[in-house]
């Protein structure tokens, strides 16, 4: 496998990927917002553009679908939700909407499927989820708060969050982590046009009481059932959630363990591998036999553990 760098001047603090993989935006910790391109060959990368994040403290990155154009939201240490837009030719980036609801950090956020139009999910310190939504996506003013929930006192903070990919005849679901309670999916109501708690996926006894770092829907394609990767520690949980979204039915179907704590989940396209980078550096891969059985078949390791002392 052949892996390649691209070096920065300081410490990045976000960074995401595009839906294609092509393109990839990176906040630093010196303030600067800056956009890289993939090259034609596929494994260079070159620099797009940058943009000053005008004091803004940017801890996470998200990118809409590409039906909404270049279009990147960012949460804030402060709260701040920020959202830049690509103008058409080489205008480069601006500024779209600068919006403030939560008084304390935002700790992870993601676009809707496109489906569902400009639609943001963003989970806060405070344990809310706010839902921010544009009517008119080239329209600044048109960003505004469109909905809310709150997690329990005992969950704490909202920690991770992510979309399940659209399916006909399903509401919207989202699954959300949190700081002291496991992790939690919860469905829109049309009806009473407010979002309702479906399950509870573990508690203090599966996570440790760690909080959990990031969650992960894998891909359906057909399945019966759904199934959710919930990080928190050095473990990762995976869910089995079966049934309708008023009356889910959930099962733990594996423990996986690492030896350093998991920051990320992430599944292929297929969901048959998922892969946990941790905080020593590398990249476990798993998968499971044919007998069920969830095997760690591939490590990456980091260039600074490849090293070593």
């Known amino acids: 496998m052949v892996v390649t760098t691209t070096p920065l001047e300081t410490k990045a603090a976000a960074a995401a990927y ?3 993989h092509t393109r990839l935006a990176i906040a630093d910790m010196g303030g600067r917002l800056t956009f890289w391109q993939r090259e034609g060959g596929g494994r260079g990368w070159t620099l797009a ?8 403290r940017v801890t996470s990155l998200c990118w809409a679908a590409t039906q909404f154009g270049g279009l990147l939201a960012g949460g804030a240490a402060d709260g701040s939700v920020v959202v830049w837009q690509e103008q058409p030719g080489d205008a480069g980036w601006r500024l779209a909407a600068l919006l403030k609801e939560g008084s304390l950090g935002v700790q992870d956020l993601a676009f809707a499927p496109p489906e569902l ?3 943001l999910a963003v989970a806060y310190a405070d344990g809310a989820v706010r839902f921010f939504e544009a009517s008119e996506v080239l329209a600044a003013a048109s960003w505004e708060l469109q909905n ?9 903070a909202a920690t991770a969050l992510r979309w399940r990919p659209s399916a006909p005849g399903l509401p919207p679901l989202l699954l959300v982590g949190t700081a002291a309670a496991g992790a939690q999916v919860w469905w829109y109501q049309q009806q009473l046009m407010r979002w309702q708690l479906a399950a509870t996926l573990g508690g203090t006894q599966d996570t440790g009481g760690r909080p959990v770092a990031d ?10 059932c759904d199934i959710a990767a919930v990080a928190a520690g050095p473990i990762v949980l995976l869910w089995r959630l079966c049934g309708a979204a008023d009356a889910l039915e959930v099962e733990q179907l594996a423990r996986l363990q690492h030896a350093a704590a998991v920051w990320q989940v992430e599944w292929n396209m297929l969901g048959s591998w998922l892969a946990a980078s941790t905080e020593a550096g ?7 036999d044919l007998s069920g059985e969830w095997l760690l078949l591939n490590r990456i390791v980091g260039e600074q553990e490849a090293a070593g002392p």
């Open 18 to 20: 595009n839906q294609s």
């Open 49 to 56: 553009g940058t943009l000053p994040l005008e004091g803004q």
């Open 117 to 119: 139009g400009p639609l």
């Open 148 to 156: 809310h929930f709150r997690l329990g006192s005992a969950a704490g």
């Open 215 to 224: 969650v992960a829907w894998a891909p359906t394609l057909g399945r019966p």
């Open 282 to 288: 590398d990249v476990c891969m798993w998968r499971p």
